[in-house]
């Protein structure tokens, strides 16, 4: 999964470039930055890598989210469907524009249950937002039918399926709004970073001064924008972007890595009876940064966790159903509303509703699930000792 494993002297010669003139920013300073604009070369090779008009590079992924829902309108009152196993920067960005989380059942895609989704449609709901989590995809066809009979937005939070496709195109650029994340532990990192990506020229205008204190970047300098709307300070660095670039040139050469690696350790666990696999809705399309496995009961689940652990193979191996940052069952300080600033009503409301939610659905999936992070950097014979360490384990557990 992480791009940080194979940074190198590409990403030096990059950083290098923009210390060199000590231009650290992304605007402005036109005469002293000597033709380096990092930020745009990026939003350029992101556009071009995976085919979306416009890109629009913040200072995480979680201000991506943000970003894409204040340029799609989405704020206060809005409903937006978001599954109950994603990063808790999916609904951080909710709230903080004002809109209502509403948390709904994932399937064994791992994502978005699209008759969970239709059931919690409300005269409120203004967008659906699908989590392409572990590097694979939410069933799109489904989800986009849905957002068109209801006439929804559909923001893709892609922010772990960098590189990732479904039925051809890009996972990130297929609904009205897309995210990545570049974050440290992403497929590429810039760092920190993130950006937007959309095919609608006004929500990218909007983008583009929202994360930049509203500026319209149409006067002769900085001091001569316009503020057509209230904005804030999400942009990148170029210190940042710089990073970024020289990952991205590095992209498919990672993803050819993970895919290769991702089979090799999936064809020893495909041996074990009762071991399954998670649904992908566009196997061609998974870019392979997770391998997501099911056994089949929780005591199962939780036996192989503890025989891992013991054999002291656990690192890179996920339980999210136990875990803080994922998945509903953990996330405490949003069911009991514990918010530094006050929360408006409809908010409140629907979080303390999370308190009574079942997500039996979810649960029955999440507490057999275990994802395998795919590092770059395993060799053929390493690969074959986890696998063969995978196949003792769990065959020491289950007996
Ligand atoms: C990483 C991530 C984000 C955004 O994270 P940042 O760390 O703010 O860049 C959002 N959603 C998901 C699903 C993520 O994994």
Same mark, same amino acid.
């Given at each position: 999964?992480?791009?940080?494993?194979?940074?190198?002297?590409?990403?030096?010669?990059?950083?290098?470039?923009?210390?060199?003139?000590?231009?650290?920013?992304?605007?402005?300073?036109? !005469?002293?930055?000597?033709?380096?604009?990092?930020?745009?070369?990026?939003?350029?090779?992101? $556009?071009?890598?995976? !085919?979306?008009?416009?890109?629009? @590079?913040?200072?995480? !992924?979680?201000?991506?989210?943000?970003?894409?829902?204040?340029?799609? !309108?989405?704020?206060?009152?809005?409903?937006?469907?978001?599954?109950?196993?994603?990063?808790?920067?999916?609904?951080?960005?909710?709230?903080?524009?004002?809109?209502?989380?509403?948390?709904?059942?994932?399937? &064994? &895609?791992?994502?978005?249950?699209?008759?969970?989704?239709?059931?919690?449609?409300?005269?409120?709901?203004?967008?659906? #937002?699908?989590?392409?989590? $572990?590097?694979? #995809?939410?069933?799109?066809?489904?989800?986009?039918?849905?957002?068109?009979?209801?006439?929804?937005?559909?923001?893709?939070?892609?922010?772990?399926?960098?590189?990732?496709?479904? =039925?051809?195109?890009?996972?990130?650029?297929?609904?009205?709004?897309?995210?990545?994340?570049?974050?440290?532990?992403?497929?590429?990192?810039?760092?920190?970073?993130?950006?937007? #990506?959309?095919?609608?020229?006004? *929500?990218?205008?909007?983008?583009?001064?929202?994360?930049?204190?509203?500026?319209?970047?149409?006067? *002769?300098? /900085?001091?001569?924008?316009?503020?057509?709307? @209230?904005?804030?300070?999400? /942009?990148?660095?170029?210190?940042?972007?710089? *990073?970024?670039?020289?990952?991205? /040139?590095?992209?498919?050469?990672?993803?050819?890595?993970? +895919?290769?690696?991702?089979?090799?350790?999936?064809?020893?666990?495909?041996?074990?009876?009762?071991?399954?696999?998670?649904?992908?809705?566009?196997?061609?399309?998974?870019?392979?940064?997770?391998?997501?496995?099911?056994?089949?009961?929780?005591?199962?689940?939780? =036996?192989?966790?503890?025989? #891992?652990?013991?054999?002291?193979?656990?690192?890179?191996?996920?339980?999210?159903?136990?875990?803080?940052?994922?998945?509903?069952? =953990?996330?405490?300080?949003? +069911?009991?509303?514990?918010?530094?600033?006050?929360?408006?009503?409809?908010?409140?409301?629907?979080?303390?509703?999370?308190?009574? +939610?079942?997500?039996?659905?979810?649960?029955?999936?999440?507490?057999?699930?275990?994802?395998?992070?795919?590092?770059?950097?395993?060799?053929?014979?390493?690969?074959?000792?986890?696998?063969?360490?995978? @196949?003792? *384990?769990?065959? +020491?557990? @289950?007996?």
């Amino acid at each position: 999964m992480p791009g940080f494993e194979f940074f190198g002297e590409e990403e030096k010669k990059e950083v290098n470039e923009v210390l060199e003139t000590g231009i650290l920013m992304r605007y402005g300073f036109d !005469g002293p930055r000597k033709g380096i604009w990092k930020s745009k070369e990026l939003e350029q090779a992101i $556009c071009s890598r995976f !085919g979306t008009k416009y890109a629009q @590079l913040t200072s995480s !992924g979680t201000a991506a989210l943000t970003t894409a829902m204040a340029s799609l !309108g989405i704020g206060a009152g809005d409903e937006v469907i978001m599954p109950a196993f994603t990063f808790v920067a999916s609904f951080e960005a909710v709230l903080s524009v004002g809109a209502v989380p509403i948390l709904v059942d994932i399937d &064994s &895609s791992l994502t978005l249950a699209p008759a969970a989704v239709e059931a919690a449609i409300t005269p409120k709901t203004k967008c659906i #937002m699908p989590v392409h989590m $572990c590097g694979s #995809m939410a069933d799109l066809d489904a989800l986009k039918a849905i957002c068109d009979k209801h006439n929804l937005l559909l923001l893709e939070d892609a922010c772990q399926s960098i590189g990732g496709t479904y =039925k051809g195109k890009k996972l990130g650029t297929i609904g009205h709004a897309g995210t990545f994340s570049f974050d440290f532990v992403k497929t590429i990192t810039c760092g920190e970073g993130g950006v937007v #990506m959309t095919n609608d020229e006004s *929500v990218y205008t909007k983008a583009d001064a929202y994360t930049d204190h509203g500026h319209d970047h149409l006067g *002769v300098d /900085r001091g001569a924008d316009l503020h057509p709307f @209230l904005g804030y300070n999400f /942009r990148i660095s170029e210190l940042h972007a710089a *990073v970024g670039l020289a990952q991205i /040139r590095k992209l498919d050469q990672f993803l050819a890595i993970q +895919k290769k690696n991702n089979h090799i350790l999936k064809s020893y666990l495909e041996k074990v009876p009762g071991i399954s696999f998670r649904t992908v809705p566009d196997p061609e399309g998974d870019s392979a940064s997770f391998l997501t496995w099911f056994l089949p009961t929780e005591a199962a689940t939780i =036996k192989v966790i503890e025989a #891992m652990k013991a054999a002291g193979i656990l690192a890179g191996n996920f339980y999210w159903y136990a875990n803080n940052w994922h998945y509903i069952k =953990k996330w405490e300080h949003l +069911k009991k509303v514990q918010s530094l600033s006050h929360l408006n009503e409809a908010q409140q409301k629907a979080l303390q509703a999370l308190n009574t +939610k079942s997500f039996d659905q979810s649960d029955a999936i999440m507490s057999r699930c275990i994802s395998t992070a795919i590092s770059l950097t395993w060799t053929e014979s390493q690969l074959h000792e986890k696998g063969t360490a995978f @196949l003792n *384990v769990i065959a +020491k557990a @289950l007996s």
